[in-house]
């Protein structure tokens, strides 16, 4: 079997339909069908498991009572049904498999259709752009755009549950600096000789800041949160406002 690749663009521009609502608890859970990922299989470290004759609608049932469920493969002929831990539409390697199709189980009020990631496990709804932006102010607007907000972490439980969910999904896609670094921007940044998070809280003790970080001059007032590859580790970079980079947005779960 052929490996591919699939591409960004490609899962992020399909046309999708809400296939079934899956009452869970308080919770509404929707299953969209993601034509882009059909005809594959991936076996890697977020499968979680196989049923067999089972329908899609229980399919969906299932991974909907699986906190660690995010997405599913169906195979209507051989009526199979792959639950996987990972819902991360960035390029990932897939085996070419005929008559799988593909579902990603989104909860109400986290925009999967629109590249964002949620992941129920640690409770955390967050967009990584495909944008770059110039500073925080574009940064918000284009958070904004998405109807989201800069991710912050004035809670700072938050911190490892960030790390645990981008950890989860799969990074290649990761554009690297000339260090080995991949940044995008978080709502922190300095005013007034203050750290402020854009929710307008003041930084506390509680930060994750990379070695030596913050380690620039006054002038520089933007933070980037900064992933090292060689040890799966998301830290706080102190940046020039006035680059291009990414933005990691979040909505509130
Ligand atoms: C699924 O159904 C087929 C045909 O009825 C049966 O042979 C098979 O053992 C079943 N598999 C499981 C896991 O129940
Ligand atoms: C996929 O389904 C078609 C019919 O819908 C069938 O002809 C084909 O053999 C199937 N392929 C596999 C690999 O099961
Ligand atoms: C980026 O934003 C800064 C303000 O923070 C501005 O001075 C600069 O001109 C912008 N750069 C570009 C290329 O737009």
């Known amino acids: 079997m052929s490996k591919i690749k699939i591409s960004c663009v490609l899962a992020l521009t399909v046309v999708w339909n809400v296939f079934v609502l899956v009452k869970n608890d308080s919770a509404i859970y ?29 399919c969906s049932k299932f991974c909907s009572e699986d906190l660690q469920c995010i997405s599913f493969f169906y195979n209507e002929l051989q009526i199979k049904c792959r639950l996987h831990s990972s819902g991360w539409y960035n390029p990932q390697e897939g085996a070419a498999a005929s008559n799988w199709t593909y579902h990603v189980l989104g909860e109400k009020g986290c925009p999967v259709h629109s590249g964002f990631i949620h ?32 991710i912050t972490f004035s809670d700072a439980t938050k911190i490892p549950k960030f790390t645990s969910t981008m950890n989860k999904h799969n990074p290649t896609f990761l554009d690297y600096n000339a260090n080995g670094n991949f940044q995008a921007y978080i709502g922190l940044f300095y005013s007034s000789g203050t750290w402020l998070w854009s929710d307008g809280t003041a930084l506390s003790s509680d930060t994750n800041w990379g070695p030596t970080q913050p380690n620039s001059p006054a002038s520089i007032k933007c933070v980037a949160v900064s992933f090292k590859p060689s040890v799966n580790i ?20």
């Open 119 to 150: 992941d129920r496990f640690y409770g955390m709804c967050v967009h990584l752009s495909t944008d770059f932006v110039n500073g925080t102010a574009e940064g918000e607007s284009y958070c904004a755009s998405k109807e989201s907000s800069m």
């Open 30 to 58: 929707t299953a969209r069908h993601f034509p882009g990922l059909d005809d594959l299989f991936i076996e890697d470290q977020y499968f979680l498991r196989e049923i067999e004759n089972i329908s899609k609608l229980e």
């Open 234 to 253: 998301w830290q706080w970079n102190d940046i020039s406002c006035n680059r291009f980079s990414r933005v990691l947005c979040e909505i509130p779960h």
